[in-house]
């Protein structure tokens, strides 16, 4: 072992023992089991959260180094995914929305990946997500907008994206309905789940911000699909994804893509 890699694994068992280090350098720590609904909408409106300033800075921060390895050659397995995903529709440059798109850097990683494009359009209820989208991709429509109260119309776009926030949503169950009555297809994508276990709420520590997370039961959450007349076409397994620590219930990350 060389002295770079022993300073660098010491550095990251110091972080990782220190709790005010932990929660602002990793980008997810700290995280408690919830007693239910109620405790998470509270938490939830407690929090700043994803509305804060420093959080969408942390959170750019962490994609802008994603991105540029992509663009050398090397996508992380979660930007492959979403690609594939969308490109498994059959569809050529599509209508897509994305509901909780944060600082729009899927716009630039589905459009970098995809040979056809998108078609994008991109919503998130933080505004300060919205400001940062803005700034960087001025030629790209976003909004603020609430993923469970669409303005749009019914099959307005071709594909619905969920990417990463439908864990986000206490109101998933509006949330997945909405997304399908918008689109042809649906894809939620890295979305956490229990194989055998009820969706349980949990709080943690997000780019130094504290949020309110779901980890879905997946019967549930097949069945709020179905109930909201989507079809499971395909789906793929994520970056692992593990909260057995904190629930003493395994957990993974999946991409799910559904057709009306």
């Known amino acids: ?42 938490a939830a409106n407690s929090s700043g959260g ?3 300033a420093r959080t969408v800075s942390r959170q750019e921060r962490a994609y802008r180094r994603l991105i540029a390895t992509m663009k050398n050659g090397e996508p992380r397995l979660d930007f492959r995914i979403a690609a594939e995903a969308v490109a498994a529709t059959g569809l050529s440059n599509p209508r897509l929305l994305e509901i909780g798109c944060g600082s729009g850097y899927y716009s630039e990683i589905l459009t970098t990946l995809l040979p056809g494009g998108v078609r994008y359009t991109g919503i998130d209820y933080s505004e300060a ?9 001025p030629a790209v429509a976003f909004e603020v907008a609430d993923a469970t109260k669409l303005s749009y119309a019914e099959q307005a776009f071709d594909i619905a994206f969920n ?13 997945i309905r909405e997304a399908a009555r918008v689109a042809h297809f649906c894809i939620f994508h890295s979305v956490p789940v229990f194989e055998n276990y009820r969706t349980t709420y949990l709080s943690k520590y997000a780019y130094g911000a504290p949020v309110v997370e779901v980890v879905f039961g997946k019967q549930e959450l097949m069945s709020l699909c179905s109930d909201a007349g989507l079809r499971l076409m395909r789906e793929w397994p994520g970056i692992p994804y593990d909260v057995h620590d904190v629930t003493g219930h395994h957990s993974s990350a999946a991409t799910y893509l559904f057709a009306r």
């Open 163 to 175: 990417g990463v926030s439908l864990m986000h949503i206490i109101d998933y169950q509006a949330a």
């Open 129 to 137: 997500m919205i400001v940062r989208a803005r700034e960087h991709y």
């Open 1 to 42: 072992m060389n002295l770079r890699h022993l300073v660098r694994q010491v550095g990251k068992r110091f972080v990782k023992v220190t709790p005010i280090l932990r929660r602002h350098i990793l980008p997810s720590a700290d995280y408690r089991v919830l007693g239910g609904i109620d405790e998470a909408r509270v």
């Open 50 to 52: 994803w509305f804060a």
